[in-house]
């Protein structure tokens, strides 16, 4: 008798939970299949201490294929879902299509940020949800403390000075918390003009900080924030942002370059696709976490609306305890209806308390219900964390330590840029990469036009995904040619992108023959000497424009063009071996005679007079091919509206 076949998508709390607990519980037999972006497991709590630079990036995740051995892992992202079927569509993370079929299904698929309809916001705000977005925060925030210092007036300082954080739920607290010590610290070994300090401000409309939490615990967090110098408004949000700064519903326009979005997350787009029922975004499910008429589907995590036995008539909120012991409960009942378990079991709670760090020695937390604050309330927010991280305890006790004896490290990185991290993705936790595939809900996404370094430099700017003056060799801004907005399928008729290490050295930009498209071709396939993409989709390895490219005029001379270090196959500089001038080349007229030259012996495969050089290369008289037509990049009018 074969096996039974169980998918699992997401592999945030619910998810990592519910393969881990099945895998104890199967012990082999069943087959196991976790479908996710990244090979990591995220623990989103701490992020914020990422981003003020106290943790390193992979102290907060922990390897799939480590922790869940007897799983098998696949990366992409589901497309589509046929219940019917019981197949599920997905994109891997280099444009691959993929079919999963499964016996039970287990959806888990987490949150992305939550937008509102306010002016501005989907351009020049950045969201809080993965780790490549605080990574683009550190280095952000970095950046402009040191552009301000040498701003050359007040004006100008005070503006890249100013952090804006939208949102005084768990994840903004925490963010503008540790970010103003963070930049204080910045600012004490480098002062800004007379005597300027970063301003950091906490937006909400609801009338307190940490408005589901206890009073006492919200009074505690509000003060500290207070005391250490950020501006928390309550009652006040944003009505507009632009790239110059926001305005705010009171009327107040903030010169700003920053604006974090921690107003809320939404569930995943993807349960919006199976037409089932919902509940304000999420799946309807019993107590037993599974789909109503649907017994092979169950949903649990951020997608589920679970109803809450505690509390009849109401659903478990979307926080990080619930989708844990959603993931348990899930894996109990998958089992159970497998024959390979126990019975069922129905999803009850029991609040343990919550914590927030405030950051240094400061938290708020009320563990069982006793309310804490001051250095007591931040050991117990710490040994919380490290309790429930599954791996990585010691490196991130050993990073804490580091950071309470020795200054933090304030260097940028430059690793995330600003288009990368777009606040409407349904994948927050993968960095948009240029003429990289995207998720098909991402088509329609929009980060601000601009790159990062020219919004996060031009006095016009935003850094934050703003309308900067975009400059020549900069990065492809969102909506325009090069960003990866576009998902490219093989056989669309489209030119295919390649991604930067695919770039080949020193051959023309063509596309293989076919029925008007460019073919993509992998890493593997990539040869020295093989035909490039495309242009126009990532102004990096072989293209104009951008980080300049190896086999492309402008910046860092290429090696097989003409100009700076000089090629081994252009003339200029080192004389190249093919070319006259310097040491003479074999093959070339001048120095040693060569072979099939006048004067020497004949050589061997080299074209008549006035034919065209093999391979498509370029020489006087015989220009190379121009570059591939584009055919999926649209008119510059449609363009302009898919900022």
């Known amino acids: 008798m074969s096996r039974p ?33 990244t090979d990591y497991f995220l623990y ?50 280099e444009g691959e299509g993929g079919t999963l079929a499964y016996d039970r299904l287990v959806l888990a698929a987490g949150s992305v ?27 952000h925030v970095t950046r402009q403390v040191e552009l301000a210092a040498s701003a050359d007036d007040a004006r100008t300082c005070a503006a890249r000075c100013t952090f804006v954080v939208v949102g005084a739920g768990y994840t903004g607290t925490e963010v503008a918390a540790h970010g103003q010590m963070f930049t204080d610290a910045q600012v004490r070994r480098h002062p800004l003009r007379r005597g300027m300090r970063p301003r950091w401000m906490l937006l909400d ?75 304000k975004g ?38 990080a305890q619930h989708a844990w012991r959603h993931g348990k409960v899930a894996a109990q009942n998958v089992a159970a209806s497998l024959g390979l378990g126990g019975a069922r079991t129905p999803y009850r709670h029991r609040d343990l308390g919550f914590v927030v760090d405030l950051g240094g020695a400061k938290a708020a937390a009320n563990p069982l219900g006793v309310a804490l604050s001051g250095v007591p309330a931040g050991a117990v ?29 304030a260097v940028q990185l430059g690793l995330v840029r600003s288009w990368s991290v777009p606040l409407d993705t349904s994948s927050p936790e993968v960095a948009r990469v240029p003429g990289g595939p995207g998720r098909q809900q991402d088509a329609s996404a929009r980060s601000g036009p601009g790159a990062a370094l020219a919004a996060d430099t031009d006095g016009r700017g935003t850094g934050a995904g703003g309308p900067g003056r975009a400059r020549p060799h900069d990065e492809p801004a969102k ?48 040869a020295k000497g093989r035909p490039a993409a495309a242009p126009g989709d990532e102004p990096a390895g072989n293209q104009a424009g951008g980080e300049p490219a190896r086999s492309q005029e402008g910046g860092g001379p290429a090696r097989n063009q003409p100009g700076g270090e000089s090629a081994r196959d252009q003339a200029g500089g080192e004389p190249a071996r093919n070319q006259p001038g310097g040491e003479p080349a074999k093959n070339q007229p001048g120095g040693e005679p060569a072979k099939n030259q006048p004067g020497g012996e004949p050589a061997k495969n080299q074209p008549a007079p006035g034919a065209p050089p093999p391979g498509g290369r370029s020489s006087p008289g015989h220009p190379a091919p121009g570059p591939v037509k584009r055919t999926d990049v649209a008119d510059e009018d449609s363009a302009k509206g898919d900022s």
């Open 282 to 319: 999420r799946l309807l499910v019993d107590p037993h976490l599974r789909v109503p008429g649907r017994p092979e589907l169950f949903a649990c995590g951020d997608v589920a609306a679970v109803p809450d036995l505690e509390n009849p008539g109401s659903y478990t909120p979307m926080t």
């Open 381 to 409: 927010t710490r040994g919380y964390h490290l309790a429930a991280m599954p791996g990585n305890r010691v490196r991130v006790a050993a990073d804490w330590l580091l950071d309470a004896v020795l200054p933090r490290q």
């Open 205 to 279: 409309v609801a009338p307190r900080v940490l408005p589901e939490m206890d009073g006492k615990l919200s009074a505690t967090a509000d003060r500290v924030l207070r005391q250490r110098g950020v501006d928390v408004r309550m009652g006040t949000s944003v009505k507009e942002a632009t790239h110059d700064g926001v305005l705010l519903t009171d009327g107040e326009f903030v010169e700003s370059r920053t604006l974090v979005w921690c107003v809320g997350v939404r569930p995943d787009p993807l349960v919006e696709s199976l037409g089932l029922p919902m509940e």
């Open 5 to 37: 076949r169980i998918l699992i998508v997401g592999a945030g709390f619910a998810g990592f939970r519910t393969a881990r607990t099945l895998s104890r519980l199967t012990r082999g037999r069943a087959h196991i299949t976790l479908l996710n972006p």
């Open 479 to 526: 909506g325009q040619p090069g960003s990866g907005t576009r998902q490219i399928r093989p056989g669309s008729g489209a030119a295919q992108p390649r991604d930067e290490w695919e770039t080949a050295k020193g051959r023309p930009v063509t596309g293989r023959p076919g029925p008007g498209a460019a073919e993509v071709r992998s890493e593997a396939e990539t």
């Open 44 to 93: 989103l709590p701490l992020l914020p201490q990422v981003a003020a630079g106290i943790l390193e990036p992979r102290r907060v995740t922990v390897s799939l294929s480590d922790s869940l051995p007897d799983v098998r892992l696949v990366l992409g992202d589901a497309d589509r879902i046929d219940l019917d079927d019981r197949t599920l569509h997905y994109t891997g993370p």
């Open 113 to 139: 940020n939550k937008l509102l309809p306010i002016p501005g916001v989907a351009e020049h705000a950045h969201g809080f949800r993965g780790l490549p977005e605080a990574l683009y925060l550190r280095d």
